[in-house]
């Protein structure tokens, strides 16, 4: 499990990753939404002079159905590398990947064949929630001490969900996280600046009320999660709560700077219930506290009923529906998918407080189904899961958000699918018309982690 020099995909600070080569695999999470048949990690050839590139290449079957494989992560990364508590030996070998709705977490050993992962463990759901007081794991990452996973609720599918620690090593659930959670009772998403040895969390809500897809009455309500936490890291102390007001719907994803020495980072708000526009806010230190600043807002747009799901019909507009972002290792572009309208936007962010769009593409979208410029059958789903290489220079999306949920949006089922864009220089983004993955029937996908890391993977402590 060991190495006697330090695995060579960790790097101590985001410029020689970024100089890294290029990933010549992607793991991809691929789900049943109807529940009746094994989950899957979808392996697919990044090697653009390979005969199969853009293919998929193996399926590995878990153990068991019902586990919706949505979020998973890598058992160590860069983070390895920091001087507080260094394990500069354990390698990026394991993948980590709970199934959110089943929480079971399997752990997948890729170093014997990295394109044929192996089941090695199966953490069951009664072993998680003795251990850790938690249920429905969501978000995996590796830290410099163990595997960080976020959990959407307690042993009772209840709030509040939290964070749990498990041994990189050993895969043993070590316990729940926080010693003081203070007001925290929702989560979802967490990150952190090992730099300022903060951890932030964001919300979602608990289980009974997106397990069956989003409850209209609680949406409007403004019953679903609204504001991010800020945590002593090595305390494990709740620090700092920042509102974005009730009208904010879904705090999701978490995208801090890659620079230590910064202390900023990026969230999404997928909803507003003012006018159905999605926005990014950025976060900040100023002084001795964290403030929050909406810098980004993308509104939603003018539909014919006749065209939209039931859900949307009285509302005559389609959503962007804001459900993921991503941040490139270099801390330059900020890549944005509006899984409602199929837009799939780029920002430069070099200013973290002032975006600018630099670029802009269409794909799928619940009115749009836009086709790929591929081929020229419309299609559904939209921008949803996106990753971006470590030099930037490609990022790769699918089309899923989740089973319940996809339904609600894409009444007609979804088909999946997998594209991939290239960056240009100085900004601008275009499709690679020679990546198309046509998902296999009955599964659909959702995250994807590139082999040797990604640019939400790893978490850096030099400048």
Known sequence: MASWTPDPTFYPSPRPAAGAPPEKLAYVASFDPARRRNDEMAVV??????????????????????????????????????????????????????GIRSSRIHILDTKPDPKHPEIVRVLQPAEIADRSG?????????????????????????APGGILLMDHETFDVLGRWEVDRGPQQLAYDMWWHLGHDTVITSEWGTPDTFENGLVPELLLGGKYGHKLHFWDLHRRKHLQ?????TQHQLIFELRPAHDPTKAYGFVNCVLSLEDLSSSIWTWYRDGSAWKAKKV???????????????????????????????????????????????????????????????????IGGVVSKAPHPSGTVPLNGAPQMVEVSRDGRRIYFTNSLYGSIDAQLYPDGIRGWMVKVDAKPGGGI???????VDWPQGLVPHQVRLQGGDASSDSYCYP
């Open 45 to 98: 050839d990044l090697d653009s002079g390979s005969l199969t590139y853009g293919q998929i290449l193996r399926r590995v079957e878990m153990s068991g159905a019902g586990d919706e494989l949505h979020h998973f992560g890598w058992n160590a990364c860069s983070s390895c590398l920091c001087p507080n508590m260094p394990h500069p030996h354990v390698e990026r070998r394991y993948l980590i990947v709970p």
């Open 134 to 158: 938690y249920t429905r794991p969501h978000t995996v990452h590796c830290g410099p001490d163990g595997i960080y996973i976020s959990a959407l609720g307690n042993a009772e599918g209840k």
């Open 241 to 245: 709560e920042i509102d974005l007001g």
């Open 296 to 362: 980004i807002e993308i509104p939603a747009e003018p539909a014919d009923p006749d065209l939209l799901p039931p859900v949307l019909k009285g509302f005559k507009a389609c959503p962007p529906f804001v459900t993921d972002i991503d941040l490139s290792v270099d801390d330059q572009y900020l890549y944005v998918s509006c899984w409602g309208t199929g837009d799939f936007h780029q920002y430069d962010v070099s200013d973290p407080l002032d975006p600018k769009l630099t670029g802009k593409l269409r």
């Open 430 to 436: 275009e499709f690679d018309r020679n990546f198309f």
